[in-house]
């Protein structure tokens, strides 16, 4: 247990460190700005709001990479929606090495389901962003949460443990980070997406959308075969959206 603790504190750093040598890399260099609202759907439903600052990176003949921060609302909901066991991920992978995690076995044997009426999740992180600008017209990007927090009201939800139902008040998970893979914590939105510019200011972005969402359960606990216990349980919506954005 002290072990994992300690792993998400090294892996928080360096996810602050190189926050840091971005910040410090790009400040000097030609910036993009951006203000952006999408909406998606899919296994879950979401709306995000946003606001990207990002970086030429001066590759290439004209410039056409670029990258930087952002600060991102993300809200996400659904009628009814299950949440599987989100960790510790030693119990839900069979690799738990940061970053080769995501390819690694899925161990369902250990999954319990958190079942969750009108789930509504809100989450406020600052952004990573990757954008390409193929021409003057069409671009292909990505960007991910790094870190923040969400709230949202209490609801009612039913726990699926070892073929025996409990019901229970959820809250969402306060803190959020990005640990690669179930190391992660709280909730979570990331995109690709191919983005057409209309004139110099608007455009509008297809996004396919990565929207990890995640509820703690208020007095019952998963057990794990080793007596070790979970409250965290975590939907991972796929969806397919459309964003318009505004470029200052």
């Known amino acids: 247990m002290q072990l994992n603790i300690m792993k998400n504190n090294i892996s928080s750093v360096a ?10 890399t790009f400040t000097n260099a030609q910036s993009v700005k951006y203000a952006d ?18 970086w030429k990176l ?14 991102r609302y993300s809200g996400a909901f659904a009628t009814d929606a299950e949440f599987i066991t989100s960790g510790p991920a030693k119990y839900t992978r069979g690799n738990t090495t940061p970053f080769v995690i995501v ?17 509504l999740i809100n989450s406020i992180n600052i952004s990573a962003n990757l954008a390409v600008n193929i021409t003057k017209k069409f671009g292909i990007g990505l960007n991910i949460d790094l870190v923040g927090f969400s709230f949202g009201p209490e609801k009612q939800g039913q726990l699926e443990s070892n073929k025996i139902i409990s019901n229970d008040a959820v ?4 803190f959020n980070v990005l640990l ?9 939105n990331s995109e690709f997406f191919i983005k057409y510019n209309f004139n110099d200011h608007w455009g509008a972005r297809g996004i396919y959308q990565f929207l990890f969402t995640e509820y703690e359960t208020k007095n019952i606990e998963q057990t794990f075969y080793d007596g070790e216990t979970n409250r965290r349980f975590r939907n991972k919506g796929n969806n397919f959206g459309l964003a318009v954005f505004y470029k200052f």
């Open 15 to 24: 996810i602050l460190f190189i926050i840091n040598v971005m910040v410090c």
């Open 37 to 54: 609202l999408s909406f998606s759907g899919g296994t879950t439903y979401g709306i995000s709001a946003s606001y990207v600052h990002n």
């Open 58 to 71: 001066g590759l290439g003949k004209n410039n056409r990479w670029e990258a930087g921060l952002g600060l």
């Open 103 to 119: 390819f690694a076995e899925q161990l369902d044997k250990n999954w319990d389901t958190l079942t969750v009426q009108n789930p």
């Open 171 to 174: 809250k969402p998970t306060t």
């Open 180 to 188: 690669t893979g179930d190391h992660d914590i709280g909730s979570l």
